[in-house]
């Protein structure tokens, strides 16, 4: 039988597959799609969840549901009264997209979809000391792949990619109340519009 720490990490690990798979929206973009094409697939996604987190709160049968499919990948907070990750994720995504430029959207989502859920799962899997909110190992893992990410999309900024990708992991390890789907993609893209 399973004790807590592996249904926790097993929940974890779907709960980060699912956040990775958004991982082809910033490369549709990169690839094929221009803007107004990948607004309008994100601006749908977004506009699905929000129906969907609003018919859990008001339908009763909508309500059971979505506690069937989703309950087992939720946060306690995410059962109550906060809207979902997934939710804010596609919100962020869908923000970032709109209000910044292609060349800095897409390593600032990047580096949500990416960066993010591996430092969650190493984070999850590792015991190690902490760092503010966050593991050490976490937030470490967080920094070198946003700074990877940063080399690899934005080659132009040299040494300073060192300097975004460290604030950022500052940020994400913060124990601030913003969601941190939101405050990453959000931080990460003003920085970059800051120094481009």
Not at 55 to 76: M, V
Not at 135 to 162: E, R
Request: with cysteine.
């Amino acid at each position: 039988m399973k004790g807590p720490d592996q249904l926790n990490i097993a929940a974890e690990l779907k709960r980060k597959i699912i956040h990775l798979s958004c991982t082809v929206l910033p490369l549709l973009y990169f690839s094929f799609l221009n803007r107004e094409q990948i607004l309008v697939i994100c601006s749908i996604i977004c506009i699905l969840f929000l129906v969907a987190e609003f018919l859990r709160f008001k339908n009763k049968f909508s309500s059971q549901l979505f506690e069937r499919i989703f309950f087992p990948l939720l946060r306690e907070e995410e059962k109550r009264i906060h809207i979902t990750g997934a939710t804010y994720l596609f919100i962020s995504v869908t923000v970032a997209f709109f209000i910044f430029e292609k060349e800095i959207a897409i390593p600032a989502v990047l580096i949500l979809t990416v960066a993010d859920s591996f430092a969650a799962i190493v984070g999850k899997m590792t015991d190690s000391a902490k760092f503010f909110d966050k593991s050490l190992a976490g937030s470490a893992t967080f920094f070198m792949i946003s700074l990877g990410i940063l080399f690899l999309f934005l080659s132009n900024i040299g040494w300073l990619s060192l300097l975004v990708a460290f604030i950022i992991t500052i940020i994400e390890a913060l124990p601030v109340p913003i969601n941190d789907n939101i405050m990453i993609t959000l931080s990460t893209g003003i920085l970059l519009s800051i120094l481009l």
